[in-house]
């Protein structure tokens, strides 16, 4: 999406950003290029910032091949405002062209097809209509049989679903296809009523996830595998300028050390690590060089 961050009073940045995008950023940061190609699915407009949007994928190492135009729609749009560190939304994204991004079966399978790991949020789902949810999860499926990783992020943003029931089956059906799932524990104990850390990992094991990491804004997290249920408890407080892109920059460090053949509690504390140098920036993507890793 088109992002407008606000730099104070009535002045604002314009950059390109996006939760799963934000994710594909960090983990194009922090995996070695000669290793990895990162490329990003989605749909956006012919329009002159869809455009733009491309270019900067492009020029940032992150592959544009699987990214399909559509003429009648643009990219959509957000503002960003801060207070006290928390970042307000307000988004303008009814007719963005992601909207449809499940709508071309052919160019979505072979995205998948030619993964190895492929990454999605709850977002990525509740843009869509309900059709092209079932569509989008049923070639998740097929792609997990195959032998893909699937990872997804349940990102709850209940404004953007058609009601709570909606949001939490669509969820439930998601994390059954995926074999790492990353909840944020304030949004899920708000909209499932887990009292802890260990009946939000053991939902979704349920589910059928092989690893779950629950993020706490900051805070205490926790790990759920075969191994059983284990707290990281060794992280270091802050009191972050602007928590935009947090739960996604972590994600993307988290992927990237696991992905380099590291243990998960390792790739905990890497994606920590990252998201901690985010969220003491504005905007929700700092430059690729600045990050350290």
Known sequence: MIEMSSLGGSEFHLGFAGDTLNTAWYARACLPAQDWDVSYFTRIGTDSFSAKMKDFLNRNGIGTDYIEEDAQRQAGLYLIEVENGERHFTYWRNQSAARLLAVNQPLLAKAFSDADIIYFS?????????????VFISHLRDAARSGKTVVFDT????????SHD?????IMQAAAVAQIVLPSFDDEAAMFGDRSLEDCAARYRAAGAQNVVVKNGGGTMLIGDDNGMRQITDIEP???VDTTGAGDSFNGGFLATLLSGKDIETAVKAGHAVAAQVVMQRGALMPMVNLVY
């Open 122 to 134: 709850a977002i990525t789902l509740a843009i869509l209509c309900p059709e092209q949810r079932t």
């Open 155 to 162: 990102n709850i943003r209940p404004r953007l679903w058609e």
């Open 166 to 170: 909606i949001l939490r089956e669509t």
């Open 238 to 240: 802050l009191m972050p």
